[in-house]
């Protein structure tokens, strides 16, 4: 009987909370169930970064799972995605301190790129342009090349965050 009782509280419940129009997952546009990712642009003199954005945007759009990813020819909407800067910039010099220990210094790389969704055969866009920026930090130790590629992967990363968030909840 309790088990009974217990059963028809929580269903009652689930459906109480389902009419008042609270949902589960995405907030997209409920025409919008895919997208693509169109060839990023790259226009900075830095590197593979294009490569890195799209394949960072690529990994957020399937970890977020708002979206499907799929084909430029098949998809409901285009992501279309510029970098516009790459900057590198030293926060703390090489030191030493009494004990002669090393300390390599510490860089900051800035990723700033500006998005657009669209979809086509329409006109108007359905996210206008929008710049966003990831940052991350690295340290120059041994190999400086590897960490400052690791470390504007992860600035692509969080720049693509971003993109997402603005993608699926800012339309």
């Known amino acids: 009987m309790k088990k009974r009782i217990f059963s028809a509280l929580l269903t009652s419940a689930l459906l109480f909370i389902t009419g008042c129009g609270y949902h589960w997952g995405s907030i997209m546009h409920p025409q919008v169930k895919s997208i693509a990712i169109a060839p990023v642009v790259n226009e900075t003199t830095a590197y593979n970064v294009a490569s890195d954005m799209r394949m960072m945007l690529a990994e957020q759009f399937t970890l977020d799972g708002s979206l499907e990813l799929t084909s430029l020819e098949t998809s409901d909407c285009i992501l279309e995605t510029r970098v ?10 090489d030191s030493y301190d009494a004990s002669v220990i ?3 210094s510490e860089w900051e790389v800035i990723v700033e790129a500006e998005f657009r969704v669209i979809i086509p055969g329409v006109r108007e866009p359905l996210v206008k342009p929008r710049k966003v920026t990831g940052r991350a930090l690295f340290k120059s130790q041994a ?15 969080e720049a693509a965050k971003l ?8 339309w």
């Open 84 to 93: 516009l800067s790459v900057k590198f910039t030293e926060i703390d010099d």
């Open 102 to 104: 090393y300390r390599p």
């Open 143 to 157: 190999d400086m090349e590897t960490n400052r590629i690791q470390a504007t992967r992860m600035a692509c990363s």
């Open 163 to 170: 993109i997402i968030i603005y993608t699926t909840e800012a």
